[in-house]
């Protein structure tokens, strides 16, 4: 890197060479990193972007195995041996439950909760929500579930994947704590965006469209062709379709009670279209802001998804289409005729020329490259990702390989350019120090603390990949500071082994081991100053190994990926 | 109006008396405090305090429309009895429990804004929470709060690391944005944190020097604003902080909010904006009248809201405290004694600028024919009337554009509640 001209070149000159080579053969197993680039330097590279950085010891292990090669296997996690993950996994409680019984947990608490409120005295200030076991259980679960995804990311050997899923829960972003995706978001991320992560764009589209989290979250559950009746409101029969008091509209016989019940029933009810999901759809899902479309488009996808319902919603039922609630009229969405007379299917037939659609393609791979390059994402490496896109039909293996063997994701230019966001942060200080954490919720906290908590973001853009947004003086403070407690073993639930980290020695031993254990040799020369300074006057070498890497973890070199 | 408090903002504030502002705000009896004018309120900024009152508050039991028959035969169970209001116009009245505020009414400096909300005819607390926060109702894309959007764009206004503050765990939908914000859950624990004090000095001295040697970019800019804050905060020793007149603020976190606002205010490390959250106001079930839930709650707001106007005293000149939420409730009680999400509600404004004693906005009534959807308080002012009002006339705000995107804030509809 003394002459950034030359290596910069060298970098193209390599990629080029290998670029060439791939249109012709096979995968490619060691072209792209630079000469110039050390093989510890690009093993260090790949672990911070295609993982949540490296473990003790793994710079070295992808060194060994040639880091092209390690890439290619993180692209099939399938094929990438995760059983120690396995094994902790089953700890998780909250998986053994599926969204029925998480449903009707959250009802159990809401009833008690009511009739506590019904009972109390008349002069109390707020209810004593935190007295209800209930709903501490639940509370608990969902601690665990955010837990979840830290841990997994900090555990799992299938590191790509987990970034993976993590960029997919952004991009198709739904609030855990809206009504009912509080009993929703784990089928959510278990079972709609976890098996498609590294699959097809398309499949991902279709199974995140009919996900009882989503539909609920952007309210197309509610959206019917205007003037449309259900058939169960003739019967008065349609509790929790209309509204959230399942008891309130019970079996009923006398007709006079029955009218009005059926009078409320409708006044309840979703009088039309909603076109939330729909512009979500066009311009964060799939086409992208300027990608094209009009506010005609949007109604008209919005009557295509006129009927696209969950069943039971407030009892964790699935997806289901309301032939009733459906707008058979004409539509034509981006010049495309969708003629009348269909039902679901006209929703599957949109979803795919979406999914398939140029915009789509780009701003989709603007997004990873975004993620894995640079927060200004080169163009070139843009182009690299739509061309495999159209060569793979959308092939996310195959979006991300074009990627990582493109040029720009070696670029000097892109070399420690973007700043961990909390849950990187977070994560990547955990492998650091090889913490073992338990299910308890604490890292998922340290997460929140520092600005993103999991599954809370309430917009559905999802937190965004540009650091301007997380990067702020009070969350700075807080990554010091959790830095300070996790090297010093004091974040509850988060066992650490410094052990084999770090032998204890003198202060100039200690200083290069965390240089080249957690800052992959990035230690700047005014980072070692300081830490010499301040490890000079420490004789117990505990407390100093713990203020090293605390001030390591916590400084700027470690901030950046 | 919005070009010469520029000028005042400039000039610092020496053109004050000049802009009609009254310098006798408060009523002195009201808070026994004849203190002459310290010198900083010479050289201080306007100040706003949003309080969100999450989960929708009922407007029409804060304030009570007990001049209106139909607010009696629609709420037998819960109505606010009329011995028990505090009058106000001879047509609303207070809620006892907001009795410590009546002063800042009675000396002007206190006025409501009623049939006040959104727009969007969501009911959903999550959707009407987000627009209120995001200012955009009805478009759920919106990256960035108002609050922040305004940060952005007024930038007059000189950059420290506590110009906009959020007391809370973590920074709200309102100030989330690219304008430097920060969340402060505890004064005294803000900055790094160690037992000791020496090992906090340490601590502290070593990050600043890493990050002052080796941070690039955004990293450096936002840990010199860190340290900068770290070292403000120290002299300000928040530990020590007693409110003055006597002020007496209600235990909670309110209370707690409160306290840590104007412990800053006084310390004149730069706050413009200051957000806090009050929870507690989805009265489902059992929502009470002059006592019970509802009653509670605004009694700590009230109390609060008092005890903070008493320890800021002059300072309160520059000051207006904001409360809003972001919908109303049904004007019928519900089958449990409660009231169900509904459209229109009540914000309070109060504080040196505010055009008070006056219940401001046009009343829609409360016959069933003048609800909204035959049931809710109908929304005559858009709440961005109201914030835009305050950005402008207050805090001095030129590009309400920018602020409101798709909003045309016109002067003409904004409700009065600053004094021109």
């Not at chain 1, 701003?363 to 993620?371: A, D, E, G, N, P």
């Not at chain 2, 037992?195 to 690039?216: I, K, M, N, V, W």
């Not at chain 2, 109303?328 to 505010?354: F, I, K, Q």
Request: glycine content about 8%.
């Amino acid at each position: 890197m003394k002459n950034p001209v030359v290596w910069r070149s060298l970098v193209v000159v390599g990629a080029c060479l290998a670029f060439v080579g791939a249109q012709h053969a096979a995968p490619l197993r060691s072209a792209p990193p630079g000469p110039a680039l050390t093989p510890q330097d690009s093993a260090f590279h790949a672990l911070n972007r295609l993982a949540y950085g490296p473990r003790p010891g793994d710079v070295p292990r992808v060194v060994a195995e040639g880091v092209m090669r390690w890439i290619d296997r993180q692209l099939s996690p399938d094929g990438i041996d995760d059983d120690r993950w396995a094994q902790r996994e089953r700890r998780f409680d909250i998986l053994k439950y599926d969204r029925g019984d998480l449903a009707a947990l959250y009802a159990e608490a809401q009833r008690e909760r009511r009739e506590r409120k019904l009972a109390a005295v008349a002069d109390t200030m707020a209810d004593k929500s935190e007295a209800n076991p209930i709903a501490q259980r639940g509370r608990r679960l969902a601690g665990e579930f955010a837990d979840l995804a830290v841990v997994r990311a900090a555990l799992s050997e299938r590191q790509l994947f987990e970034v993976m899923v993590d960029f997919w829960t952004n991009h198709f972003n739904i609030y855990f704590a809206k009504g009912a995706d509080r009993f929703l978001t784990p089928d959510y991320i278990e079972h709609t965006i976890r098996p498609r992560a590294m699959g097809k764009f398309e499949d991902l589209l279709i199974a995140t469209a009919k996900s009882p989290a989503m539909l609920f979250y952007l309210d197309n559950w509610e959206s019917v062709a205007p003037g449309s009746t259900p058939p169960a409101a003739l019967r008065v029969r349609a509790r929790p379709l209309f509204g959230r008091r399942p008891g309130l509209f019970g079996p009923v016989r006398d007709p006079a009670r029955q009218d009005s019940v059926r009078r409320r029933a409708l006044e309840r009810m979703a009088k039309g279209i909603n076109e939330n999901y729909a512009r979500e759809l066009l311009e964060l899902h799939t086409l992208g802001v300027d990608g094209g479309y009009t506010q005609q488009d949007v109604i008209d996808v919005a009557r295509i998804f006129t009927g696209w319902s969950i069943e039971r919603p407030q009892q964790g039922g699935g997806f289901e289409f309301h032939d009733w609630a459906h707008d058979t009229g004409e539509k034509q969405v981006l010049g495309v005729r969708f003629p009348a007379g269909h039902g679901i299917d006209e929703g599957i037939r949109l979803l795919k020329l979406l999914a398939n659609h140029p915009a789509t393609m780009h701003h989709v791979s603007r997004k990873l490259c975004q993620r894995f390059v640079n927060d200004d994402p080169p163009d070139g490496c843009v182009d690299d990702a739509v061309a495999a896109w159209k060569r793979s039909s959308g092939d996310m293996r195959e979006v991300l390989r074009a990627i990582f063997h493109g040029p720009d994701f070696w670029a000097a230019e892109n070399m420690r350019a973007k700043v961990k966001t909390p849950l990187e942060f977070v994560v990547s200080a955990a492998r650091a120090v090889a913490a073992e954490p338990d299910t308890s919720p604490r890292l998922a906290q340290v997460v929140a603390r520092l600005g993103e908590p999991l599954y809370l973001h309430v917009a559905p853009d999802g937190y965004p990949e540009r650091e301007a947004a997380w990067v702020n003086s009070g969350a700075l403070l807080d990554r010091m500071n959790a830095a300070v407690a996790l090297a010093a073993g004091k974040l509850q639930g988060v066992t650490v082994v410094l052990d084999s980290l770090v032998a204890t020695g003198d202060a100039d031993q200690l200083i290069d081991a965390v240089n080249e254990k957690i800052l992959g040799g990035t230690m700047s020369e005014n980072t070692k100053q300081v830490l010499r300074r301040q490890l000079a006057d420490i004789s117990d070498p505990t407390q100093a190994r713990a203020l090293a890497v605390g001030l390591a973890i916590g400084g700027p070199e470690f901030q950046r990926q | 109006m919005s070009i010469s408090r520029r000028v005042f903002v400039k000039s610092g504030g020496l053109a004050l008396f000049s802009f009609g502002l009254d310098p006798l705000f408060l009523a002195r009896a009201a808070f026994a405090s004849y203190r002459p004018l310290p010198p900083s309120t010479v050289f201080s900024r306007p100040i706003l305090v949003c309080l969100f009152q999450r989960g929708a508050v009922d407007g029409l039991n804060m304030i009570v429309p007990h001049g209106d028959p139909v607010y009696y035969r629609e709420r037998p169970r819960i109505a606010v009895p009329e011995k028990d209001v505090l009058d106000l116009d001879g047509y609303f009245g207070l809620h006892p429990r907001l009795a410590p505020i009546k002063p800042l009414w009675d000396s002007k400096s206190l006025a409501a804004i009623h049939a006040i909300g959104s727009p969007d005819a969501t009911r959903s607390h999550f959707d009407a929470q987000d627009y209120l926060e995001s200012g955009t109702p009805g478009v759920k894309a919106t990256p960035d709060g108002w609050l922040n959007r305004y940060c952005q764009h007024d930038r007059e206004h000189q950059d420290t690391p506590f110009r906009a503050v959020a007391f809370g765990p973590q920074l709200p939908r309102i100030l989330a944005g690219t304008a430097p914000s920060l969340a402060i859950e505890d004064l005294q624990a803000f900055g790094l944190r160690a037992p000791q004090p020496a090992t906090r000095d340490r601590l502290t001295r070593a990050f600043e020097e890493l990050y002052a040697g080796s941070a690039t970019g955004l990293l450096s800019t936002s840990s010199r604003e860190a340290f900068d804050a770290v070292q403000m905060l120290k002299r300000l020793d928040p530990g020590q902080y007693r409110p003055a007149n006597g002020a007496d603020y209600p235990r909670g976190k309110l209370g707690k909010a409160l306290l840590e606002i104007a412990q800053l205010i006084r310390a004149d490390v730069g706050l413009q904006v200051a957000f806090a959250d009050v929870t507690g106001w989805d009265t489902h079930v059992n929502q009470g009248a002059s006592e019970g839930q509802l009653a509670g709650r605004l009694d700590e707001l009230g109390q609060a809201l008092a005890a903070f106007t008493r320890d800021l005293g002059e300072r309160m000149h520059d000051v207006v405290v904001l409360t809003m939420s972001e919908f109303g409730r049904t004007v019928r009680e519900n089958g449990n004694s409660g009231t169900d999400h509904g459209h229109a509600t009540a914000m309070l404004v109060l504080g040196g600028p505010v055009n008070g004693g006056k219940v401001l906005g046009k009343w829609p009534g409360l016959d069933p024919a003048q609800r909204f959807e035959g049931r809710d308080v109908a929304v005559t002012t858009d709440f961005r009337d109201l914030f835009a009002e305050i950005l402008a006339r207050h805090l001095g705000a030129t590009e309400l554009s920018a602020v409101f995107p798709g909003f045309v804030a016109d002067p003409a509809r904004f409700p009065g509640a600053i004094r021109g």
